[in-house]
């Protein structure tokens, strides 16, 4: 019989020290419920229907507040349960002369989800804090239930802050967003509702950039034929920063 190799030895006392300290930490730490009606704690169950009810739904709160439900439904705040801004509110469901919930009405509540932030989706309202009606509450001009704006904003920046502060440095600056982008009047009221378009092909930048292009002589001009090819401009040149990748 050929002799085993010292390793072959080590490492299989090794791995049979493994085995028993695993087994062993199982059955030592393993709860006795474990695996009674699944791969968890039977008794989790029990101790989450122990605890105390804090929150109870935005059902609930349209029972009473219908009209304030049937305003939010039609809202950009639709999808926003109602204790995301009042707090848990399970007491005043049961109780509602008793306990009141929470009405946030200063300017520190609003800015958690709209203040600017680069991270957050394009098109998502958002504010500059210091710069926004300083110093007045938000529900001074918006109606939290239905936040429409009171008025359009004026430019494009007021929602597309980083590509407008990145366009400003770019040779695209002195270019109207609307130049690229049809928007409807509607986009300014309701973003989601209107989205602008975008161009579609190579023709687009073309209107500028083409050889014998009507467009300032100081341009910067390629033969569209040659000229990258199959792909399209913005595949190697960001529009709003469209310097050469």
């Not at 010292?6 to 006795?32: E, H, M, N, W, Y």
């Not at 109606?143 to 007021?158: G, K, L, M, V, W």
Request: some cysteine; proline content about 10%; glycine content about 6%.
């Amino acid at each position: 019989m050929p002799k085993i190799p010292q390793q072959i030895k080590s490492i299989s006392v090794i791995l049979i020290l493994v085995l028993i300290a695993f087994f062993g930490a199982r059955l030592l730490f393993t709860p006795d419920s474990f695996g009674k009606y699944g791969h968890y704690r039977a008794k989790a169950v029990d101790e989450i229907a122990a605890l105390d009810i804090n929150y109870a739904g935005s059902r609930a709160c349209a029972e009473c507040h219908d009209d304030v439900a049937a305003l939010k439904a039609n809202s950009n705040h639709r999808g926003l349960a109602c204790e995301v801004c009042h707090g848990p509110s399970a007491k005043h469901a049961s109780a509602p002369d008793e306990q009141v919930p929470s009405a946030p009405r200063d300017r520190g509540r609003c800015p958690l989800c709209h203040g600017y932030d680069s991270a957050r989706p394009t098109g998502f309202p958002q504010i500059q804090t210091a710069l926004h009606n300083p110093g007045k509450p938000c529900m001074t001009c918006h109606n939290p239930h239905n936040p429409t704006t009171p008025r359009a904003p004026e430019d494009c920046s007021a929602c597309h802050r980083e590509i407008a502060i990145q366009k400003t440095i770019s040779p695209h600056a002195t270019l109207a967003c609307t130049i690229c982008h049809a928007a409807a009047p509607q986009h300014l009221q309701n973003p989601r509702s209107a989205l602008p378009s975008k161009p579609q092909s190579r023709d687009f930048c073309g209107k500028c950039h083409a050889k014998g292009a009507d467009s300032p002589s100081d341009i910067p001009r390629v033969d569209l034929a040659a000229h990258g090819e199959r792909y399209l401009c913005w595949d190697c040149h960001y529009p709003h920063f469209p310097e050469a990748q």
